[in-house]
């Protein structure tokens, strides 16, 4: 049968994810637009969005974060740039993002003392096997595969090298060891449903300490600039951005980050979005042609949930038919103003992606899972 409700909001993309519930552009009246980001009320409003965050993300006092360019992936290439090279990295993958770091690292940086721990999509590598003597590179949660780290337990807490996360759909919503991370980018349209632009940078006082005794052997593009005469560039920490910000991007920012305080803080936004994926996690249970990418519970991820069909009819496809059958169900279902861009990621094995962070609300995902029944009872009927 087909549903007769739908989502409210039936937006479910996986970056740039949904607008937080109630989300205006009127909100942004008050954006420091035409004026100098480095004027008085610009710094104030710099400084503001890193106050909130590091308060909202509960971070240890002596830790560094600063707004830098070109969003996350901006945020990661200047801390590959900057910090590695001094000693081996080890190099963690088992999706799309995680394979884009090890390319940078190897094809792009050229360093031949690396150590590759990968695995297929819906696995983790050995994390046991990690060797801590090296920097370490790594994805907290997989975006494209819906597979993250259960925890921080395997990151040593006496570790010679540093540890390089990209947390990008993690922050905000899965609760992170500082203590063991060096470094951590995310940026601003993931979990909070920001505008994308700017990247953020988060700094232990050991990544400092890496950045003032170390000048890598290649050149440094000013973006990537952290420090000045070998001192760290402290102002960057405190919002004398490296280049020209965009301030509305920033103030939308700033609203995001209020609606985060307004909805209980770092553990409100964790459980909305583990409230979130119980909803999801209900209906696999019952669904019989459906499952969870993942495969162990502990690394399903709360915030980009990856599901693979297992039907026969399904599996016994060839992999172009089965991406030509993924898109008819998408297709019918943003016609059917029933949810949009919830495929799988392009490098990912086709089937069905649906962010489930904190601006999603739980009713919606109610609303959305008999539709997800009806579209794919759709397709196959029509074979
Ligand atoms: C884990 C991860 N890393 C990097 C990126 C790239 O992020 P950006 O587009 O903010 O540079 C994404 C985007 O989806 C991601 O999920």
């Not at 008050?30 to 100098?36: F, I, N, Q, T």
């Not at 990008?168 to 060891?177: E, G, K, N």
């Not at 305080?261 to 042609?289: C, D, H």
């Amino acid at each position: 049968m087909k549903p007769t409700t739908k989502p409210e909001n039936p937006l479910f993309s996986s970056g740039p994810c949904p607008k937080r519930p109630g989300w205006s552009l009127n909100n942004l009246q008050h954006a420091l637009l035409g004026r100098s980001h480095r004027s008085s009320p610009g710094k104030k409003k710099l400084a503001e969005a890193i106050d909130r965050t590091r308060n909202l993300l509960q971070l240890p006092d002596d830790y560094r974060v600063g707004i830098v360019p070109a969003s996350d992936t901006g945020a990661m290439e200047i801390a590959l740039w900057s910090l590695l090279g001094q000693r081996g990295v080890d190099l963690l993958a088992w999706e799309s993002f995680g394979s884009g770091w090890i390319n940078d690292v190897v094809n792009q940086l050229k360093l031949d003392d690396v150590n590759h721990l990968e695995a297929d999509y819906g696995q983790l590598p050995d994390l046991k096997k990690v060797n801590f003597e090296n920097d370490v590179v790594f994805v907290w949660n997989g975006t494209t595969s819906g597979v993250k780290v259960p925890n921080g337990d395997w990151i040593s807490t006496a570790r010679k090298g540093l540890t390089i996360c990209d947390a990008t759909s993690a922050v905000f919503a899965m609760p992170l060891p500082w203590e063991k991370l060096d470094v951590v980018t995310y940026s601003w349209q993931k979990v909070l449903g920001g505008e994308a632009a700017h990247g953020m940078l988060i700094l232990s006082p050991r990544a400092v300490a890496r950045l003032e005794s170390w000048s890598p052997p290649w050149p440094m593009p000013k973006l990537f600039r952290l420090t000045k005469g070998g001192k760290l560039n402290e102002g960057i920490f405190r919002g004398a951005t490296i280049n020209t910000p965009s301030m509305l991007c920033v103030e939308d920012y700033l609203d995001a980050l209020k609606w985060a305080e307004s909805a209980g803080g770092l553990n409100g936004l964790i459980e909305r979005s583990q409230k979130n994926l119980k909803v999801v996690e209900n209906w696999v249970e019952e669904t019989e042609w459906i499952d969870f990418l993942a495969e162990e519970r502990e690394t399903r991820s709360n915030t980009s949930v990856c599901l693979k069909i297992i039907d026969r009819w399904f599996t016994s496809q060839s992999l172009d038919q089965q991406t030509v059958i993924i898109k008819k169900m998408v297709t019918l279902l943003e016609q059917e103003k029933a949810a949009f861009d919830i495929e799988s990621y392009r490098d990912a094995p086709p089937g069905l992606r649906i962010w489930c962070g904190a601006t999603i609300e739980s009713s919606d995902l109610e609303y959305l899972m008999p539709w997800l029944d009806w579209v794919y009872l759709q397709v196959k009927e029509e074979k």
